[in-house]
């Protein structure tokens, strides 16, 4: 597993698990394809961050996404629409375990 404190979303990023380090402090593990990392942020920031490096922000990409579908709980946020980098976040986005997927990495739903 590869750590790193800075990541940048990519056409290979399929999910963001929240975890927390040897002290209690949130870490995310960011699965891709073929590698896996560790980034010594929160799940929250991570997504921010990719949001800013393409050149938006989580706040527009929710008002956009507001704007189109109206109010919705779990709505998705487009990082980067050209790449198809569109995640759903499994709860309150800030939630320290929310954990993020690319909307284009899902394969199967399954009832639970």
């Given amino acids: 597993m590869n750590e790193t404190s800075n990541y940048i979303i990519n056409a290979k990023s399929m999910v963001f ?15 891709e394809e073929a590698e896996t990392y ?41 990082i980067y629409s050209p790449q198809l980098l569109v995640f759903f976040p499994t709860q309150a986005f800030k939630d320290d375990l929310c954990a993020w997927f690319n909307a284009f990495s899902i394969v199967d739903v399954y009832s639970l």
């Fill in 17 to 31: 698990l929240p975890s927390f380090n040897e002290y209690g402090e949130p870490n995310t593990m960011v699965l």
């Fill in 38 to 78: 560790t980034v010594s942020k929160k799940t929250y920031d991570v997504i921010d961050q990719g949001a800013r490096y393409y050149g938006t922000t989580i706040k527009t990409t929710k008002e956009i996404v507001k704007d189109v579908f109206g109010k919705i709980n779990m709505a998705p946020v487009i």
